[in-house]
């Protein structure tokens, strides 16, 4: 669309409210410059409220604080033995992740400069650690629990997250083994103090992903920058080939908003488009997915009329899932996930995946993204679409299923509706899944004598730090390890679940969205799901969405704010 007047000008204007909404805001009020957050759906925060809202940030301060060794060298080896190695991957270069490994400590020195309360988790292990550059402390920062009280009336539009306590994440992975520890125990009760005095004090905690959109909503609101919700974005307004507004669709028609510095889009993915999926990533479902409800990739669509450039569209950031009953995404919200099972509970001792023929085929902990690619490659050549996982009564008694606590009793619906399977022998478990008894009984039969003796010799679960500290700290000799053999036993599905897509439009290390040839179109800059990740077809550690979508929306708001360089 060509240009013409505008019903409203602003120095820059964002699209969508993600992560790298906020900190570009943030980044262009520091500098003096006016900023309007436009955002389709009611709430704001994206699917970054939703999900962790942890940062994979290499070199960061509260690693040094901590006495934590790492550097840019260390990082970049880390990122070339993972990121480094995507094929056919334009969104990944090495010079996009050098950018990464250099402005991701200094995006997190500015945003603890404008008061947003950040922490390191006390251990979280990179998802290869055993690679070159691998920190097994880890590298994940995220946000200290907020108030959503704070936010005054702007509390009701901060999109929920899915963890219904106050706790921390380290806080929550104890709590899933207080039938194991002491420790567990004295968690449970010390998150159970801290619900009971945020009612007598009126506090309204959120944690993971809504403590951090909550806390970079507030800084936003403090700085000055403009949020409208309901406001979908329609088309850019050109003028020979810069990209220099909006259209937007409003009450009373459409409004036309100029962007004199330029427009960032961060608009998420299309984790919620079938149609898309279809296209560019075949037998993967809306269902399965509990990205947020605006990740529906028009944008995508808008930015490739414009002549962007695409890559890697057939990822996702995969998260198995055994979805239960009244929980699947069915109305465009997303699948709830504190309702569901994945990578914590299918990493746990006493349990084990098989494809539809009964064998195992891939190492259960590791990357939630691994596990799905593994999935789906498997069912290439065997069905393996849905997966099912198998357990015994240990597994129940100890750990949490579907968001029931470990030894509760299970709804009997769960039953009835075959979604939990239970039987008293594998055999008979082996009948009801349609799965031959005899080959079940073989795999469930090597994994445990590998499992008496603490090893893995067929997949090496439990040979990396992060499969031992995905799995119970208290069960020995293998954290990641545990037999399969007293009854009775259960199986569910898993499917080859997400929290969003992984591809998309192409950019440069200024953040700014590439053509086909390569050329940067002029006032247009991307970040998040909406462009092909700079991790390429690997997820190096937790936090390696949310924080490139944090890193390039701070890169693309100093570049664009820099007048010299922006138009």
């Not at 994940?140 to 959503?148: I, S, Y």
Request: neutral net charge; hydrophobic residues 40%.
């Amino acid at each position: 669309m060509s240009t013409g007047n505008f019903d409203e000008e602003f120095d820059f204007v964002v699209v969508g409210s993600g992560g790298g909404a906020m900190c570009a805001a943030l980044v262009m009020r520091k500098a003096g410059k006016s900023v309007l957050v436009v955002e389709k759906t009611d709430l704001l925060g994206g699917t970054t409220s939703r999900s962790g809202g942890v940062m994979w940030i290499p070199n960061n301060r509260f690693m040094k604080e901590a006495g934590v060794p790492d550097s840019y060298e260390q990082a970049m080896a880390y990122m070339e033995a993972t990121a480094g190695q995507s094929v056919d991957a334009p969104g990944t270069t090495l010079e996009r992740r050098q950018a990464y490994v250099n402005e991701g400590p200094r995006m997190v020195d500015f945003l603890v400069e404008q008061g947003i309360k950040l922490r390191r988790a006390p251990s979280w292990p990179d998802y290869y650690d055993e690679r070159a550059g691998g920190s097994v402390p880890g590298r994940t920062v995220l946000a200290d629990l907020f108030d959503t009280n704070e936010l005054g009336e702007w509390k009701k539009k901060l999109r929920p997250n899915f963890m219904a306590i106050p706790a921390y994440h380290a806080e929550g992975f104890e709590i899933s083994t207080f039938k194991s520890s002491w420790t567990g125990k004295f968690t449970m009760l010390k998150v159970g103090m801290r619900v009971a005095l945020a009612k007598l004090t009126g506090k309204a905690w959120t944690t993971a992903g809504g403590a951090l959109q909550g806390r970079m909503l507030q800084a936003c609101l403090k700085a000055g920058v403009q949020f409208r919700t309901d406001s979908a974005v329609k088309s850019f307004v050109t003028e020979e080939g810069v990209v220099k507004g909006v259209v937007v669709a409003a009450q009373g028609g459409d409004l036309r908003i100029g962007a004199r510095l330029g427009v960032l889009v961060n608009a998420g993915g299309f984790a919620q488009n079938q149609a898309m999926r279809d296209q560019y990533m075949p037998g993967t479902s809306v269902e399965w997915t509990a990205a947020g409800p605006g990740d529906t990739g028009e944008m995508i669509r808008e930015l490739m009329a414009l002549g962007a450039a695409t890559g890697q569209m057939n990822e996702r950031v995969g998260n198995q899932m055994t979805i239960p009953p009244g929980v699947e995404n069915t109305d465009g919200q997303g699948v709830t996930l504190g309702a569901i099972s994945g990578q914590m509970n299918y990493a746990k001792p006493h349990s084990i995946v098989v494809d539809q023929t009964g064998v195992r085929y891939m190492n259960e902990g590791g990357s939630y993204m691994a596990f799905c690619q593994n999935l789906l490659k498997r069912n290439e050549t065997v069905p393996a679409l849905p997966s099912w996982w198998i357990s015994d009564e240990q597994s129940m008694r100890k750990y949490m299923f579907c968001g029931t606590m470990p030894g509760t009793k299970k709804p009997q619906e769960w039953y009835d509706s075959g979604f939990l399977m239970r039987a008293d022998t594998i055999e008979e478990l082996a009948r009801m899944i349609d799965i031959d008894p005899a080959t079940l009984r073989a795999t469930v039969d090597r994994f445990n004598a590998g499992a008496r003796a603490g090893r893995d010799d067929e997949f090496n679960r439990g040979a990396r730090a992060y499969d031992e500290w995905l799995g119970d700290h208290y069960h020995h000799p293998s954290n990641a390890l545990g037999t399969i053999d007293q009854g009775p036993f259960y199986a569910a599905k898993v499917w080859p679940g997400d929290v969003g897509t992984y591809g998309g439009v192409v950019t440069d290390v200024h953040a700014r969205v590439l053509r086909v040839d390569g050329s940067a179109i002029p006032g247009l800059y991307a970040t998040g799901t909406t462009t092909a990740s700079v991790m390429g077809r690997v997820y190096p550690g937790a936090g390696s969405s949310v924080g490139p979508s944090f890193v390039f929306g701070f890169i693309a708001a100093k570049h664009a704010a820099n007048a010299s360089n922006s138009l």
